[in-house]
């Protein structure tokens, strides 16, 4: 009662609570379509690509304003994206193995980058790491506005291209034989997921921002076959994982924000793949359970009948 109670008054936890909301919200809606064209991958490779975007951006203004900073990010991820695209179109390597080289190689340019900042004594690289697993708790209300901004946009396009992205993600070659561009949507859609990584490097950093796309979309899909219920049950799961991990981070042990609000995104995956009614491990056993039982009670059936007429 007491967290609650804060959540309403205290500045720093109201800021960080809706933060984490808007990005559940956001990686839940996108992390969707990149589940069910099974490239879990995809936001692993864009928030490891914009780990450079995040340096080049300091060293060129030497400014860490956020909106700088994310906007280096967002072009790298951006710049990636279109690597993964040409490598998949124009070699025979396979998509997740083009991932996996973007991945690598963009995250490890970001880590000499970072080395090298680092050891130019510059005072005010200082904080530039905390992207890697990001700092939640240095969340201001214009931080907020900022990803509210990005992420009503890219909500807003969801919306309004909902049934080319359904067809792109469902049946890509009957969309392309009604005409629409693939290539574009799919830049278009990728380029989606990367606004949702970018909002969310501040709160949960580089590192994680995987689980924050990925995990909403799975444990949505346990509940429902139809892909709109799917993305609102995946927009709320993201959002209760954020901010049940906002109000846990500033419980008496003071846990990090960023890793509180994957762990309890975990829980709502178990709770999901464990007790979703229609794919749920449990209801699986149950079901498995009832129909030996059925087949014993068969058997024994056939054999009191056959006992009979002997």
Known sequence: MKLLLELFT??????VALGAALLGIVSGV???????RRQGLLGDALSHAALPGICVAFVLTGSKAPLVLLAGAGLAGWVGTLLINRIV????????????????????????????????????????????FGQAATLVASNVVTMAVLGGVALLVVLLLYK????????????????????????GLTT???VAVVIGLQTV???LMAAMLIGPAVAARQWTNRLSMMIALAGLIGALAGVS?????????????????????????????????????AWAWLRQRRQRRAMRAGRWQSKLKQGGQS
């Open 164 to 187: 080319e992205f359904k067809l792109l993600t469902f049946d890509p070659a009957f969309a392309a034989s009604l005409g629409f561009n693939t290539n574009r949507l799919s830049i």
């Open 30 to 36: 996108l992390g969707c379509f990149a589940v069910l």
């Open 89 to 132: 179109r124009d070699t025979r390597i396979s998509e997740d193995s083009a991932l996996g080289i973007v991945l690598s190689t963009f995250f490890g340019l970001g880590i000499v980058l970072l080395t090298w900042i680092s050891k130019h004594n510059n005072a005010n690289q200082a904080g530039l790491d905390r992207y890697l």
């Open 10 to 15: 205290d500045y720093t936890l109201r800021n």
């Open 192 to 194: 989606l997921i990367v």
């Open 205 to 207: 950093g580089v590192v």
């Open 245 to 281: 991990g906002a109000l846990i981070s500033v419980s008496d042990h003071h846990l990090p924000t960023g890793p509180m609000i994957i762990l309890s995104l975990t829980v709502l995956v178990l709770v999901s793949l464990f007790f979703a009614p229609a794919r749920g491990l």
